[in-house]
């Protein structure tokens, strides 16, 4: 009969273990009601020796945050090819999937508090917005963007951040039907928009003109007219 021994854990593998053990935490509260206290007994492990690798729960807590933003980042990451509506959808989806995985988190950090108030938090939240930014852009191909067409990305950004956090309050309405509205939210905006500005209109026209009947934004087109009629 033998017995086990616990292997000692490098520096660099304690801390990420902690940082995981933060992420899973924070995913069931909000940071603010999480305590040093919890994440020592979660990693089997003293309380002095989590500030033995970090200063306090305020550098734990942004440690953790800058893996989930990377890990939110990479939401927004999808191959250039087919239709520019089944790629918002496909977005969308990886984009909840995150907002559902930590719901707590998430509406913490979006809504502000004193666990999440920090200039390092507010930068990596900006980080997000920004490569969600630049990763729109290159969907529509395009690298100088018009004022409007800036106003309608960054906005919809903002919508999506907005619309999660209301469906994390209840979750009264089918994700999926979030997902799809978003992607109708965006093409509505852009069209209310090159209305009004020749210089979108003749960027979108090529792109859009060539969705598919049965793909999203021509899924919204059927349902105006429906409306109308």
Do not use: C
């Not at 509406?107 to 507010?122: D, F, I, K, Q, Y």
């Not at 969705?211 to 349902?223: K, W």
């Amino acid at each position: 009969m033998t017995t086990g021994v616990r292997r000692r854990m490098g520096v660099e593998e304690r801390r990420q273990q902690l940082i995981g053990v933060a992420l899973e935490l924070f995913a069931q509260r909000s940071p603010d009601e999480v305590s040093i206290d919890e994440i020592a007994a979660a990693a089997g492990i003293s309380r002095p020796l989590v500030y033995h690798y970090f200063p306090g729960k305020l550098s734990l807590y942004e440690a953790a945050l800058k893996r989930a933003s990377e890990d939110l980042a990479g939401r927004f990451a999808e191959p250039h090819e087919g239709p520019l509506g089944a790629r918002l959808l496909r977005v969308m989806h990886r984009f909840f999937d995150f907002v559902d995985a930590h719901g707590p988190g998430f509406s913490a950090l979006m809504r502000g508090g004193p666990a999440v108030g920090s200039s390092t938090t507010n930068a990596l939240v900006d980080s997000v917005r920004q490569i969600a930014y630049e990763q729109i852009l290159s969907h529509l191909d395009i690298t100088d963007p018009p004022p409007r067409l800036e106003l309608i990305v960054r906005s919809w950004i903002s919508l999506a951040e907005s619309t999660a956090l209301i469906w994390l309050d209840g979750r009264r309405i089918p994700r999926e039907e979030l997902e799809l509205q978003l992607v109708h939210d965006f093409a509505a905006l852009t069209a209310v928009s090159a209305a009004y500005d020749d210089e979108l209109r003749t960027l979108l026209r090529p792109m859009l003109g060539g969705e598919p009947a049965d793909g999203p934004f021509g899924n919204l087109v059927t349902r105006l007219i429906a409306l109308a009629s």
